[in-house]
Nanobody, 127 residues
Framework: QVQLVESGGGSVQPGGSLRLPCAVS????????VAWFRQAPGKERELVAR???????????GHADSVKGRFNIYGDDGKNTVYLQMNSLKPEDTAVYYC?????????????????WGQGAQVTVSS
């Protein structure tokens, strides 16, 4: 059974940075598509970034327009962990961030496309 464990959430001032790790157990990272979603109070869960194995040892990564140039998703095969590096954080980035995974190479853009979920990590950006 695949399990996802997130950590690294917290509070930060606007313009600051945080890194969210998602440790994958029960499966090999390169066999899965892994994504980060976020959900702010009163809003729907939205896709932030996703990553999957491409050719050889490289990964394909995609990011939502709202975070392009500020967030970066990447994987570490040795640690079986996916990271979301978040820079230049804004108050509108405040949300609970969820790691999600699905077996294969299709990269869903909606929550229903993912079979496995982490418990969520709160990120708060305020001055």
């Amino acid at each position: 059974q695949v399990q996802l464990v997130e950590s690294g959430g917290g509070s930060v001032q606007p313009g600051g940075s945080l890194r969210l790790p998602c440790a994958v157990s029960g499966g090999t990272l390169s066999n899965y598509v892994v994504a980060w979603f976020r959900q702010a109070p009163g809003k729907e869960r939205e896709l932030v970034a996703r990553i999957r194995r491409s050719f050889g040892s490289t990964y394909y990564a995609g990011h939502a327009d709202s975070v392009k140039g500020r967030f970066n998703i990447y994987g570490d095969d040795g640690k079986n962990t996916v990271y979301l590096q978040m820079n230049s954080l804004k108050p509108e980035d405040t949300a609970v961030y969820y790691c999600a995974a699905v077996y294969g190479t299709v990269t869903p853009t909606t929550p229903t496309g993912y079979a496995y979920w982490g418990q969520g990590a709160q990120v708060t950006v305020s001055s």
